[in-house]
């Protein structure tokens, strides 16, 4: 067996770790030099607009004009506006990737997936690098840049409730602020609010969002009015094709309904739905007779992909909502590893947990314009598929075949497997010294 001396080792992981760095700096000042930040402008200018009276939400306003946002939002950019405009790009461009590290890392180490040293350069160090190079170099995480979304500060304040969820006390302060900025993140919230009985929790981030929701009305008489209608509008419009599947604008689209049997759609919701439910009730009997109860630090690695990609998959989300599942996939993948060298014999199940989840990992680093390429040009080399599935279309890219969804759904899949799979050993690794392994 060949044997690498420990300075060259040093040296060669060095090098790697350099030039992983300095790749994610270059991609990130790209996206930086092509950012339209188009989601935060129309933040930006619904609150500039109710500063100056005026409803973003009365007529003529197309559902492309604002967001299809709560006023609440509009609250908590208002600060915003009193910057220069550059400054306003550069904090959020700061805070959404400060808050999507933060996000990765809480996942990590609850379940103790870091390194004892994860910054010495070693190789068994190398599969953590990549992972989180993965993780910034994703179209869901980049996209969320360019395009100045909320998905990661959201999905940040959510997991602070999730995987704090009794020793922190201003939980209802997160959860109430995680509604405030993208209320259709929190799908999966409710549900185990009701498994944990936590009512005053619950209670008191509903009043803090009714309160963040209700100030603007102190600005401008009327505007929950004009919203009400609004949201009608653009509702009235989904149903006619706008952001749906109907039209091009499905080409980012993540929730299940591309293909053009619409109770075949249903019918397949229906049993994810199912599904969800299943995983959870299967939680909380085997926590249940642990007696350690119901709480969601609990649930293992899989039963949290499979739910929080539920979210996405059942309601209308697009691709830059996706930063909610790759701290799991990532997970999932080191966790595997880990698992293949604890063990003293080589497992299949463990060797297919690593090629799959990092088949994965890989296809979300693509970079949506070449994914949009190719699905463009393989829709044009096979146009009778349209008689099955809606093709999208974006500027210069015309019928886009669905690749990113049917890979979306696939994913779906393999976690619903390993999280319904009683073959599956993922441990859950937790710094509680109640938390024992599950037989």
């Excluded at 259709?184 to 009714?210: C, D, E, H, N, Y």
């Excluded at 595997?336 to 994965?360: D, F, T």
């Amino acid at each position: 067996m060949l044997k690498i001396s420990s300075d060259f080792e040093k040296l060669l992981c060095a090098a790697i770790l350099l030039i992983m760095i300095a790749a994610t700096i270059l991609r990130v000042s790209l996206v930086w030099r092509n950012c339209d930040f188009n989601d935060l402008r129309c933040f930006l200018d619904t609150a500039n607009m109710i500063c100056a009276h005026q409803s973003p939400y009365a007529p003529p306003t197309t559902s492309t004009a604002a967001p299809l946002q709560a006023p609440s939002m509009n609250i908590l950019v208002m600060p915003l506006i009193l910057s220069p405009v550059v400054l306003r790009g550069l904090f959020f461009l700061g805070l959404n990737i400060a808050t999507f590290i933060a996000l990765v890392y809480i996942v990590f180490r609850h379940y103790q997936l870091i390194p004892e040293s994860p910054w010495r350069p070693k190789f068994k160090n190398l599969p953590y690098w990549c992972v989180w190079f993965a993780f910034l170099q994703s179209s869901p995480f980049l996209m969320t840049l360019r395009h100045g979304q909320v998905s990661s500060i959201s999905t940040f304040l959510l997991f602070m409730v999730l995987f704090y969820p009794t020793r922190n006390r201003f939980n209802w302060i997160w959860l109430g602020l995680a509604a405030a900025v993208k209320y259709s993140m929190l799908t999966i919230i409710v549900p185990i609010l009701l498994l944990q009985k936590r009512w005053l929790m619950g209670a008191a981030a509903l009043v803090l969002f009714m309160i963040l929701v209700l100030l603007p009305g102190l600005w401008l008489d009327g505007i929950f009015a004009t919203f009400a209608d609004y949201v009608t509008m653009v509702l009235n419009d989904c149903k006619n094709g706008a952001n749906s599947y109907h039209t091009g604008l499905s080409y980012s689209l993540l929730n299940f309904g591309f293909i053009r049997c619409e109770w075949f759609n249903l019918l397949v919701r229906a049993l994810a739905v199912s599904a969800g439910g299943w995983i959870l009730w299967r939680s909380r009997v085997r926590l249940t007779a642990q007696d350690r109860g119901f709480v969601p630090t609990e649930l293992k690695i899989e039963e949290w992909a499979y739910l929080l990609s539920l979210t996405l998959w059942v309601s209308y989300h697009r691709t830059h909502d996706g930063v909610i599942f790759l701290p799991f996939l990532g997970a999932i993948l080191l966790q595997s590893l880990r698992e293949l060298h604890a063990v003293a014999y080589s497992s299949r199940r463990i060797k297919c947990n690593i090629v799959i989840s990092s088949g994965l990992l890989l296809f979300w680093m693509i970079p949506s314009s070449v994914l949009y390429s190719l699905s463009s040009q393989f829709g044009k080399a096979y146009p009778a598929l349209e008689n099955w599935v809606y093709y999208g279309a974006l500027q210069s890219y015309s019928m886009i075949f669905p690749f990113e969804k049917i890979i979306f759904t696939l994913m779906m899949v393999y976690f619903a497997y390993l999280a319904l799979s009683r073959r599956n050993t993922h441990q859950i690794f937790c710094k509680s010294t109640q938390c024992q392994p599950d037989c």
